[in-house]
């Protein structure tokens, strides 16, 4: 396998953890699948230990589980775990959306509108990795509002315990069309200043993704 010779941006750890986060996303790894410290390094043209770093990182977020004397792999969860998981964000994410909904700004509004715009681009452009960071950056503006950083980093540890899984139902094609129309909604209902049909187009949207990822994993 070849090596890269270029220098990583910033520290070898954040490149490290950047581009398995990418590798997550991108479906290059797996649920179940064994991520390989060595190989990764030498693909990476970095040392052993800033991939440790990286992968201890992940596992901290729930990417990725540790097993004694075998080493890293993709974090599988049961459909089971992934209904708790959703019932925590919907929970969550309708309190925080009905306190940001009326703070937010034209400003954040057209930050809003931005990532939705992106998340149509690459969706046309058939780029999940791509998709799936605007369709991040689109979610979580609509809760940045003032008073809930601890309720935004909960939200924040749910979300990355889910990526490998969001970017299974999203390599789709329809899929990826239906959550563009979705937002179209949620945007609607918050420029209208309808609280509850916010909450409400959020709770479908995320539903449609759990029962996705229902199908897909039995």
Known sequence: MATRTASPPGTAAQHALEELRRSIVAGDLRPGQRVGQEEIAERLGVSLAPVREALAALEQEGQLTYRPRRGYFVTELRLE??????????????RAARRAAPLLDEDALQRIELAAREVVEAAAAGDVTAELAANRRFHFALLDAPGQAHTLRVIKLLWDSTETYRALYYNSPRERTEAVRAHERIVAALRDGDSDRLVAELDAHRQRALDQLGEILV
Do not use: S
């Open 81 to 94: 775990d992934l209904r708790e998981i959703y019932e925590l964000r919907a929970l969550l994410e309708g």
